[in-house]
């Protein structure tokens, strides 16, 4: 456990951009910098960094927070795990208490993976580069693709060994349970075999007989060149085994990958994407091939902005990620067929995500890591730069250009349309039609009325399918919602509770919901003033004299009629102010905006965050005296909602009470009562309330 004088010590290090700067292309705005959200498909830059107040906030999806709590959403890793992140960026040395055994317990499972993974990697690496076999194998595998030793140290690739349980043994020697070797993917359990089943097994996999065939665990890359896959932050997910050139005759797979786990979606990642962030951003600009050494051969070739997505289809996840550093992507594959249809299928999805697409399909038998081998770095990027060409021209001279049959060219023609028209930026869509019509030498109306029709029929199609989520969503809402009852206690008439006239008795209803407009801004002043004094030498009941901060004063007029606040996190916030309102120097945003809880943390950095603050162009500061007046207006808008709500529940019911006059009687004196309540609690908000 990290002890609280190295947490403060990293807090006080962290800085925001810095931070946040690792994963989103941050751009100056203002005093301020703002990005494309990590969090959600975002288009427009709505993530905003405040470098003062050290907090970052998306104004779409309200995700953000300290540089932990951004941590600890971004790469779903715990707080220590986050503290650890920044201790080793900032180079602070990270001083630990000894665990006890409920506490070694205690640490999750996703942290034990990544160590797991880590430890894997530097095992792999070390035969690699020590074991005899790993420098006579594995070595000599790497040297006969050109892997140079520099290359070998930034990629951190290695060699697992022949015998099958080498990697189980050794880590399990080193204290590693089986249990993660297992959800790793590193290993997978197989019932003890005979030496006959054993050698059997592996003449037919065309592997040599490892003379160890009783272990449950089973290495996974056993006898592979290995590839450690990083994520963005430089955290070891997954591996990708290869077999080796002189046995590659006859094995059914190649390459072996990691199954999916709690900590890595092959859709999701991207291969080499740690490597090549910081030259995206610097060259705006990826490259996107297709395996392992493809990435490899183009780093080695002096071009370290590429990624490789690995024989999956292109998924949003990824796409998502690359665009948080670029919006301009070149896909560059082989030039045979299935080069060709893996340019295809990409470039929809990328234009629907504002992505910029040039396509480079390479001379017919090359692939990136062949061609950058056969070519220096100046020679490479020449031929890049003067044979990428935009998706238009690439479609167009694929499908529509030299076909002269009138049903396949307008096929072809609708499909580079209803590319065109995915397209979110207008601007850039007329641009593309004319480019297209131009080229095809055709009137562009006929292109324009086909591409309306395919934007009306998207749009159609999102709103059925919204509809039907919503459909869903009330659906599972009806069959798994109960509705607990109501439980009421009803003062008769407005009575003033000190230390203000401005409170006012009411309804006290716990399964009622007020407006959560008005609850989030109380909410808004606990997090930023709660600490700050508003009465000052009030007399209690019992003759004694206090003052009340913003925190107290709203928990104490609430809790006068047993009312809480509708969230549960809402009143852990409101709580933990009142408890820590009377410690020297507490201030209850920076206390809010750092909390451990990356709820919390969000919710108060969402609160804290002004558009026109991040903005940078207005600071409105309250002016003298409001403070009170705010809080005073907002307790009683409170209560004046949870009395309109229980005005339409009692109408609701009078509706439904039949010929029960007993019941009626009772429903509308409480109606006549309620009432009474709310009329005055509107008189007291129409006035200035002066206190």
């Known amino acids: 456990m990290i002890d609280r004088a190295t947490v403060d010590k990293i807090m006080d290090a962290a800085r925001i951009v810095d931070v946040v700067g690792e994963f989103v292309t941050l751009r100056k705005s203002g005093v301020n910098y703002k990005g494309l959200c990590p969090f959600h498909d975002d288009r427009n830059p709505s993530f905003m960094v405040s470098p003062a107040k050290n907090i970052c906030h998306c104004f779409v999806c309200g995700k953000g927070g300290t540089p932990a709590s951004f941590l600890m959403e971004h790469e779903q890793i715990t707080y220590p795990e986050a503290l650890r992140w920044l201790a080793r960026k900032y180079n602070i040395e990270i001083v630990e208490k000894e665990l006890t055994d409920e506490e070694r317990m205690a640490q999750s499972e996703r942290e034990s993976m990544f160590i797991v993974n880590e430890w894997a990697k530097d095992w792999f690496h070390n035969t690699l580069k020590n074991d005899p076999d790993g420098i006579a194998i594995g070595k000599q595998y790497f040297r006969s693709r050109g892997i140079r030793d520099d290359i070998i140290e930034k990629f951190q690739l290695g060699y697992a060994p022949q015998r099958r349980d080498a990697l189980a043994t050794a880590a399990q020697k080193a204290g590693y349970k089986a249990e993660f070797l297992v959800k790793t993917g590193l290993c997978y359990e197989r019932a003890p075999l005979s030496a006959h089943e054993g050698a059997t097994m592996d003449s037919q996999t065309k592997e040599a007989p490892s003379g160890d065939v009783g272990g449950a665990l089973v290495d996974r890359y056993r006898g592979r060149a290995i590839f450690p896959w990083f994520n963005v932050s430089g955290k070891v997910v997954a591996f990708g085994g290869r077999v080796l050139d002189s046995r590659t005759k006859g094995v059914a797979q190649k390459y072996v990958n990691s199954p999916d786990s709690d900590i890595y979606h092959k859709e999701r990642e991207l291969y080499g994407i740690y490597q090549a962030k910081k030259a995206i951003v610097k060259e705006d600009r990826v490259f996107m091939v297709e395996g392992y050494t493809d990435v490899i051969a183009m780093h080695q070739a002096g071009i370290e902005n590429v990624v490789a997505n690995s024989g999956t289809a292109l998924s949003t996840y990824q796409i998502h990620t690359l665009h948080r550093f670029t919006n301009n992507i070149t896909l560059l594959y082989d030039g045979d067929e299935a080069g060709i249809h893996a340019a295809m299928r990409g470039t929809d999805m990328l234009l629907a995500e504002g992505m910029n697409i040039k396509v480079l399909l390479l001379p017919d038998g090359d692939d990136p890591d062949s061609f950058a081998r056969k070519h220096s770095t100046e020679e490479l990027k020449k031929y890049i730069e003067e044979n990428q060409t935009d998706f238009i021209t690439f479609k167009s001279r694929l499908t529509v250009e030299n076909v002269s049959d009138p049903v396949k060219r307008s096929e072809a023609i609708s499909g580079i349309v209803k590319s065109i028209s995915v397209i979110p930026d207008q601007i850039l869509r007329s641009t593309y039609l004319t480019d297209f019509a131009h080229r095809i030498n055709m009137k562009e109306q006929p292109l324009i009325a086909a591409m309306n029709k395919f934007i009306r029929k998207d749009i159609e199609d999102k709103e059925k399918e919204r509809e039907r989520n919503l459909a869903n969503e009330e659906k599972r809402g009806d069959e798994g919602t109960e509705v607990p009852p109501t439980t009421t206690s009803t003062t008769a008439s407005p009575t003033t509770v000190s230390p203000s006239t401005a409170t006012t008795a009411t309804t006290s209803l716990t399964t009622t919901s007020p407006s959560s407009q008005v609850e989030l801004l109380l909410l808004r002043e606990i997090i930023r003033h709660g600490e700050e004094v508003i009465f000052q030498n009030v007399e209690t009941d019992d003759g004694q004299t206090v003052s009340l901060t913003v925190a107290q004063y709203i928990h104490f007029d609430l809790s006068q009629d047993g009312l809480q606040f509708t969230s549960h996190l809402h009143n852990q916030i409101l709580m933990e102010a009142v ?109 200035d309330l002066v206190v």
């Not at 919390?600 to 903005?615: C, M, P």
């Not at 500061?621 to 009170?628: A, F, K, W």
């Open 579 to 687: 408890q820590h309102c009377d410690e020297p120097g507490f201030k209850a945003e920076a206390y809010f905006c750092t909390h451990p809880d990356v709820q919390v943390s969000q919710l108060a950095t969402r609160l804290a965050i002004d558009r026109h603050q991040l903005g940078g162009r207005f600071v409105v500061e309250p002016r003298e005296g409001s403070l009170r007046q705010r809080v005073l207006h907002l307790v009683m808008d409170y209560r004046l909602d949870i009395v309109e709500v229980r005005l339409k529940e009692i109408q609701r019911q009078l509706q439904q009470v039949g010929s029960n006059m007993e019941r009626m009687m009772q429903l509308l004196k409480e109606h006549k009562e309620t009432k009474e309540i709310r009329d005055a609690l509107a008189k007291r908000l129409g006035s």
